[in-house]
């Protein structure tokens, strides 16, 4: 049974940090690629980092996490971290882990589309307060 399980949300001031994981079992994890995706209030999930566990290749969402944001991964623990600096109240979220065979989806405008992607987690709340 594939999973992936997120943990690390939590509620954090404006300005702070928070790291995110993402465990996963069930799949041969050298062969996916683990992307981030955060949904808040009514909106639909929006694309924030992407890895593929082969050789580590990262994606970034443009200027809206980039340099803010770090994803990263642990082979030995099949788990997935995302790493999130500078915390904005527009960061406040829940975010969703998912796994995609082979390489990252591109990233660009509307991309990349969830549907891209072959399994989520539950995901984790993150909330950013003044």
């Known amino acids: 049974e594939v999973r992936l399980v997120e943990s690390g949300g939590a509620l954090v001031q404006a300005g702070g940090s928070l790291r995110l994981s993402c465990a996963a079992s069930?799949?041969?994890?050298?062969?996916?690629?683990i992307g981030w995706f955060r949904q808040a209030g009514g909106n639909g999930r929006e694309g924030v980092s992407c890895?593929?566990?082969?050789?580590?290749?990262?994606?970034y969402a443009d200027s809206s996490v980039k340099g803010r944001f770090t994803i990263s991964k642990d082979n030995a623990k099949n788990t997935v971290y995302l790493q999130m600096n500078g915390l904005k109240l527009e960061d406040t979220a829940v975010y969703y882990c998912a796994a995609v065979a082979g390489l990252c989806p591109p990233y660009g405008s509307g991309y990349p589309r969830p549907a891209e992607y072959d399994y989520w987690g539950q995901g984790t709340q993150v909330t950013v307060l003044l």
């Open positions: 890895i593929e566990i082969s050789d580590g290749t990262t994606s």
């Open positions: 069930g799949f041969i994890f050298d062969y996916y690629a």
